[in-house]
């Protein structure tokens, strides 16, 4: 196994850069440019040569020994000065050292995994995190990279395993009389399993949209003022605005924190007769926009706004130029003073919190996590609805695959193991 390195912190000009190395003889090679590491787990201040002996620079260096790793191989640290040409020179010495090499994309979190120091779904749990924007996506991530769902999976495939091994054992040794397979016990051991996977998958849509955003839509009819609300809400100009009606042609779409979630704000055509096929088009897309919608806004400046969709938030627009009539419902904004807006962001950041919030805690936070629970779910609706024991124990087989790769794990040999190793059948 190759030592590798990459630059672990964040590439460009920064106060300091972290570059790890993984791998058996990580130690030696950071030793090489160190001259010496500091203890274990400590860091320590060095001088850092070039392989021509050139001082590179002073930087903290650490070293976290095999197993306990983060990777469970050696692994080595350098705190150096965050320039580019001292990384540069860093990664290229680190380059020409025999067995060590750039890392691939993801290749740490592979030896992690391979090593058994996280399962797959905690994994991609800790690549979230990484990339969560909002409070909403870091405590989502964070519980899923502390293992929840591993931990559910776990236990799931061993009573499946253990429901199978039972199964088995019966077919293979049924003659031997010490053995007795209680059919009415598996079924309801199944049935119990069933539930819990149904309970595992409540809450998965919205764990989606804590991840994926909480989809606005603003619609309306032409000029009523949608494009100018974007780029209010957005603080920046991303759409065009004009008195032209028809403006709008394609869906804009902005990213907001409202209050720690993630919402993806929509700007669209306006909707009417189209005046020409570019329009038309854009007018297509705002209708798909609208079905797919977690919540639409929409906008017209007359009082009371007329056509909302049913389920639509109305918003009167242009007050300023119209007037506010204190008994209108709902809500009344103008872009030119920013009346309104406030109400308007809260309105919509508590339906964000309403519909996301339930996502944070969920158990099931990933389409192909969900679409594993779904298969074996599946699986175990067949095993309970046939009734030979042959069927029933392929059927936990089928659904202990499927739940299998959630985690990355998968041994047939294991069933043996449980099957000897339960029943003591040592003939
Ligand atoms: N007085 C006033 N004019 C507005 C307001 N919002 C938009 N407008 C004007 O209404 C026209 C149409 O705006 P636009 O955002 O392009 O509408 P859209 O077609 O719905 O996207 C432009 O001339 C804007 O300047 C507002 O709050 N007050
Ligand atoms: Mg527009």
């Known amino acids: 196994m190759s ?13 300091v850069a972290v570059i790890r190395l993984s791998g058996a003889g ?11 590491l500091p203890p274990a787990r400590r860091l320590g201040l060095r001088r850092l040569r070039r392989l021509n ?10 070293s976290f020994p095999g197993a306990a790793s983060a990777t469970g191989e050696d692994l080595a640290e350098f705190h150096v000065h965050g320039s580019r040409a001292v990384v540069a020179a860093l990664l290229e010495d680190l380059g020409a050292l025999p ?10 979190s592979r030896r992690a995994f391979r090593n058994g120091k996280r399962d797959l779904a905690a ?78 998958l409540e809450g998965t849509s919205a764990a989606e949209r804590v991840r994926e955003g909480f989809r606005v839509v603003i619609a309306g009819p032409p000029n009523a003022g949608k494009s100018t609300l974007l780029n209010a809400l957005a603080g920046r100009d991303v759409a065009i605005v004009t008195a032209t009606p028809g403006t709008t042609r394609d869906v804009l779409d902005v990213e907001l924190d ?14 009417r007769d189209a005046g020409d096929d570019i329009e038309a088009e854009g007018i297509r897309r705002a209708r798909l926009r609208i079905e ?30 119209f007037g506010a009539d204190p008994s209108a419902d709902g809500i009344v904004i103008s872009c030119v003073t920013g009346l309104g807006l406030e109400a308007l962001l809260a309105d919509v950041g508590e339906r964000a919190a309403l519909s996301l919030d339930a996502g944070v805690d969920a158990l099931v936070v990933r389409r192909r996590h969900r679409d594993a629970i779904r298969e074996a779910r599946v699986d175990l609706g067949r095993g309970l609805s046939v009734q030979m024991p042959e069927l029933i124990a392929e059927s936990c087989r089928r659904a202990r695959l ?9 041994d047939p040999e294991a069933v043996l193991g449980v099957v000897f190793g339960r029943f003591c059948i040592g003939k």
């Open 258 to 271: 409202i209050g720690g979630r993630r919402v993806i704000l929509s700007d669209t055509a306006g909707l």
């Open 402 to 410: 499927a739940l299998g790769r959630i985690v990355g794990a998968d």
């Open 26 to 36: 990580a130690l030696e090679a950071a030793a090489r440019i160190a001259g010496d």
């Open 292 to 321: 797919d919608a977690d919540l639409v806004l929409w906008l017209d400046e007359l009082n009371p706004v007329p056509d909302a969709p049913p389920g639509a938030l109305p918003v009167r627009t242009k007050v300023d130029r």
């Open 123 to 200: 994994l991609e749990g800790l690549a979230d995190l990484i990339e969560a924007e909002t409070e909403g996506q870091r405590r989502q991530a964070l519980r899923q990279m502390q293992g929840r769902l591993g931990d559910e999976v776990v236990g799931w495939r061993a009573s499946l395993l253990d429901v199978q091994a039972e199964l088995e054992a019966e077919l293979d040794f049924s003659d031997e009389g010490d053995v007795a397979t209680d059919l009415a016990g598996v079924r309801a051991r199944l049935g119990r399993l069933v539930a819990a996977l149904d309970g595992a």
């Open 99 to 108: 067995g060590c090499r750039m890392a691939e994309a993801g290749e740490f």
């Open 3 to 15: 030592v590798i390195f990459a630059l672990s912190s964040a590439g460009g000009r920064a106060a």
């Open 53 to 62: 002996g050139d001082v590179l620079d002073e930087a903290l260096v650490v």
